[in-house]
């Protein structure tokens, strides 16, 4: 416990921040490892531009919420905010998942946390994405969301929308696994709105040269479906059920950990609401925490004086139970906020809900 997580070590790896020879080795090796990945990959989605691999389609329209890169780009919340505007259209929506990590018959991280976020929505989870999104429609669902649905290409989606990371928005420049990249950056081009997450971490002059080298050529469509947008704390949930106010947070000597792709936003979330924090503990993402974890670091924070543990809410759903009876246990939730172009993307899920309205509108209730 309290090694650096996998993710962050390989980030630091492939962006060069690791220097030595070995070092330097390795990211040789990576990129010839990305070569025939990319190959791949390209290869792939030229068969689906060209209808050579079959696309299904399911009777209720399909919103998918998804990304470029790998590790967090704070796109969990992104799909909340959509869930949550269908909801508000009068659409039952469904969020589809994989269900990455997940146990047979448990929920995954996200849908655990969009389970508590979002309960107006129904959640399944399924890698066949298709045969998902079918369980949902007979169980009455009218609007399916996908998370992490950009390259499951398979289903055919009324509305793409990709999260980008404003503090790596490029995904070190390269393709997985010598960077961070799921796909290469023209692959935005199936997008049809982009929403830029962590927008308030950059300044305004950072932000116009991410959305120039994005929507430069064929993504100059993408300039008005844009949105800009920042992770907002909006309240501490515990593990009894309850909520604190965020500013119970403040001066408050805390231990933090966290099992997630990307624990520099959440250090800088503790940061922007002045926790005093006493020791913060990494996992690896999606870390499967057990009891002698909690041992572990209750004793700590015992030892430092810490007045509670505080983890983000992806890993809070994962607490065992009874952990709180010693120590306090809270996540810092996050909600998405538009600072511009919200209503241009809002829009587009508007017109999605208005179809699934559409397609419903001769069933009985």
Same mark, same amino acid.
């Given at each position: 416990?309290?090694?650096?997580?996998?993710?962050?070590?390989?980030?630091?790896?492939?962006? $060069?921040?690791?220097?030595?020879?070995?070092?330097?080795? /390795?990211?040789?090796?990576?990129?010839?490892?990305?070569?025939? &990945?990319?190959?791949?990959?390209?290869?792939?989605?030229?068969? &689906?531009?060209?209808?050579?691999?079959?696309?299904?389609?399911?009777?209720?329209?399909?919103?998918?919420?998804?990304?470029?890169?790998?590790?967090?780009?704070?796109?969990?919340?992104?799909?909340?905010?959509?869930?949550?505007?269908?909801?508000?259209?009068?659409?039952?929506?469904?969020?589809?998942?994989?269900?990455?990590?997940?146990? *047979?018959?448990?929920?995954?991280?996200?849908?655990?946390?969009?389970?508590?976020?979002?309960?107006?929505?129904?959640?399944?989870?399924?890698?066949?994405?298709?045969? $998902?999104?079918?369980?949902? +429609?007979?169980?009455?669902?009218?609007?399916?969301?996908?998370?992490?649905?950009?390259?499951?290409?398979?289903?055919?989606?009324?509305?793409?929308?990709?999260?980008?990371?404003?503090?790596?928005?490029?995904?070190?420049?390269?393709?997985?696994?010598?960077?961070?990249?799921?796909?290469?950056? /023209?692959?935005?081009?199936?997008?049809?709105?982009?929403?830029?997450?962590?927008?308030?971490? +950059?300044?305004?002059?950072?932000?116009?040269?991410?959305?120039?080298?994005?929507?430069?050529?064929?993504?100059?469509?993408?300039?008005?479906?844009?949105?800009?947008?920042?992770?907002?704390?909006?309240?501490?949930?515990?593990?009894?059920?309850?909520?604190?106010?965020?500013?119970?947070?403040? $001066?408050?000597?805390?231990?933090?950990?966290? $099992? +997630?792709?990307? *624990?520099?936003?959440?250090?800088?979330?503790?940061?922007?609401?002045?926790?005093?924090? +006493?020791?913060?503990? *990494?996992?690896?993402?999606?870390?499967? &925490?057990?009891?002698?974890?909690?041992?572990?670091?209750?004793?700590?924070?015992?030892?430092?004086?810490?007045?509670?543990?505080?983890?983000?809410?992806?890993?809070?759903?994962?607490?065992?139970?009874?952990?709180?009876?010693?120590?306090?246990?809270?996540?810092?939730?996050?909600?998405?906020?538009?600072?511009?172009?919200?209503?241009?993307?809002?829009?587009?899920?508007?017109?999605?809900?208005?179809? /699934?309205?559409?397609?419903?509108?001769?069933?009985? *209730?």
């Amino acid at each position: 416990m309290g090694m650096l997580p996998d993710a962050e070590t390989f980030k630091r790896l492939v962006d $060069g921040s690791t220097p030595g020879v070995g070092a330097e080795a /390795a990211r040789l090796a990576l990129a010839a490892v990305a070569l025939p &990945y990319g190959l791949a990959v390209a290869a792939r989605n030229a068969a &689906y531009d060209r209808g050579l691999l079959h696309v299904s389609r399911v009777p209720t329209p399909v919103i998918s919420v998804g990304n470029l890169t790998l590790g967090g780009t704070g796109k969990t919340p992104l799909v909340a905010w959509v869930a949550r505007r269908l909801a508000a259209a009068g659409r039952r929506p469904a969020i589809i998942s994989r269900g990455y990590g997940a146990r *047979p018959g448990e929920r995954s991280d996200e849908a655990a946390e969009l389970g508590l976020v979002v309960p107006e929505a129904m959640h399944v989870a399924n890698r066949d994405r298709t045969a $998902g999104c079918r369980t949902a +429609i007979a169980a009455g669902c009218d609007a399916a969301v996908l998370d992490d649905g950009f390259q499951h290409r398979r289903l055919h989606r009324d509305l793409d929308i990709v999260a980008i990371d404003a503090t790596d928005p490029f995904g070190c420049g390269r393709l997985f696994p010598r960077g961070l990249l799921r796909e290469s950056l /023209a692959g935005l081009a199936r997008a049809d709105a982009v929403v830029l997450t962590r927008a308030s971490a +950059i300044d305004g002059e950072q932000r116009k040269a991410i959305r120039s080298a994005l929507t430069a050529g064929d993504g100059q469509r993408l300039q008005e479906a844009w949105m800009e947008a920042e992770h907002r704390p909006v309240t501490v949930r515990l593990t009894d059920g309850g909520t604190r106010p965020l500013d119970s947070l403040r $001066g408050l000597p805390v231990m933090a950990f966290a $099992g +997630i792709g990307n *624990p520099a936003a959440f250090r800088a979330t503790l940061a922007r609401l002045a926790a005093e924090v +006493i020791e913060f503990v *990494p996992f690896p993402d999606h870390h499967a &925490y057990t009891a002698a974890d909690f041992e572990r670091l209750t004793a700590r924070a015992a030892r430092h004086g810490a007045a509670m543990l505080v983890t983000t809410l992806k890993d809070l759903v994962k607490v065992p139970a009874g952990r709180s009876r010693d120590l306090p246990v809270g996540a810092v939730e996050i909600a998405i906020e538009p600072l511009s172009g919200g209503e241009h993307v809002a829009a587009l899920i508007d017109a999605v809900a208005s179809r /699934a309205g559409a397609s419903t509108a001769g069933r009985r *209730p």
